[in-house]
């Protein structure tokens, strides 16, 4: 029995410790589906989604599945650690749990509070080792409790860092693409204000920031689960309306830069497929109607033919747009409906304000919000777009 326990010890802490080294230290993704990070998001996530999916209000199922992701985060690392202690102590208790206590009779219960305060450093120093290889593991664990401190230290800003780089270009999208974003809106607003050539440095920008997506969030995937700030945006509403304005352009939108598209495409084409099998997400068939339908495509053709921007027509144009829709619809779908995230419609939502002119102190005195005509009637004619 003792050497069975030393044995699951080992195993535990071993396996823990390369789970912690794949998870924060090493900066790529990691093909080995059996983790114990797998395990934990596998179950925590399918939870806290039926939980979520139960709450009718949809602001409040949002504050939810906010939470998930720093909380999960926290529980993560509390799980590393019960199980290294745990570990350490079936290592004390499988070499006869040679301790020196206050108590005269040594009991397993002994062993963990020994692990734990070596774990965490604090030397108490009622409880101590009074063998050399009990002595050696007892070392051996403070410096692995002082070195998971260091990585976690270290860890918390890097992952920030990166979740506020993906929301800085999210946020900026608002005032471009509308809210929640449209493509359509991205090129009518572009078109109708700045001209479609200034799109070539903006589609640059976001093929930078799909690489850095793509990096960040293959290295740390617990950055897909941290929602944005507004219940109208997301990191998948980002990129479904930057791969459907690129798509647009190849297609042969007037006076768009093709060659950038191609390369935006590209980059955020490459960054859904491969964060999809991170997750596992198997993309599914969807019909042609999905998100455009027929009477859709004719609306935005006359809303971009109105700002002097005009789409091939004809059933090959039709067959290319497909095509190009069927090379990452079918990812985004499954990713987004595995994450509870809305993909945007390809036409802006009618009636609906962008986010930077929406206030709750925007209140009549009946009560009621300030109409999107009244707040962008105060605006230079500059910035309204």
């Known amino acids: 029995m003792l050497i069975l326990g030393a044995i699951v010890a080992i195993a535990m802490i ?19 589906r059996f983790r114990l990070t797998n395990i934990f998001f596998r179950v925590t996530w399918p939870l806290w989604r039926l939980l979520a999916r139960k709450i009718p209000s949809r602001r409040r199922r949002e504050n939810i599945l906010s939470l998930y992701g720093p909380l999960a985060l926290i529980s993560l690392l509390g799980t590393w650690t019960v199980i290294l202690i745990v570990g350490f102590a079936l290592i004390q208790w499988s070499l006869g749990s040679a301790l020196v206590a206050p108590e005269k009779h040594v009991s397993f219960g002994t062993d963990l509070y020994m692990s734990a305060s070596t774990f965490f450093t604090l030397g108490y120093g009622d409880v101590v080792p009074n063998t050399g290889i009990t002595r050696f593991f007892a070392v051996f664990e403070a410096g692995i409790g002082f070195g998971m401190l260091a990585l976690v230290i270290g860890y918390l800003p890097v992952l920030y860092q990166a979740f506020s780089r993906r929301e800085a270009n999210i946020s900026l999208l608002d005032a471009r693409a509308g809210s929640p974003p449209s493509a359509v809106e ?8 700045k001209g479609m050539e200034n799109l070539a440095p903006f589609l640059a920008e976001w093929e930078r920031w799909a690489a850095e997506l793509l990096e960040s969030h293959l290295s740390y995937p617990v950055l897909a689960y941290f929602r944005s700030q507004h219940e109208s945006e997301s990191w998948i509403a980002a990129i479904v309306t930057i791969l459907d304005a690129s798509t647009l352009i190849i297609l042969g939108a007037d006076g768009g830069p093709m060659q950038q598209a191609r390369h935006t495409f590209a980059m955020a084409r490459h960054a859904v497929v491969d964060l999809s099998q991170i997750f596992v997400t198997k993309p599914r068939h969807l019909n042609s109607e999905y998100r455009l339908t027929p009477p859709d495509m004719e609306k935005m053709r006359t809303i971009l033919d109105a700002v002097g921007v005009t789409l091939p027509d004809g059933p090959e144009t039709e067959q290319k747009l497909l095509k190009l829709r069927r090379y990452y619809e079918p990812f985004v779908i499954t990713l987004a409906d595995y994450l509870l995230i809305d993909v945007p419609k390809w036409l802006h939502e009618e009636g609906s304000r962008d986010n930077w ?5 925007e209140l009549t005195a009946t009560g009621m919000p300030i109409q999107a005509e009244k707040v962008k009637g105060y605006l230079p004619p500059s910035l309204r777009i």
């Open 357 to 361: 002119q929406t206030s709750s102190w």
């Open 186 to 193: 991205l090129l009518r607003r572009y078109a109708e204000v």
């Open 14 to 32: 071993l396996g823990t410790l390369v789970d912690v080294f794949e998870t924060i230290v090493l900066p790529r993704r990691v093909t080995q």
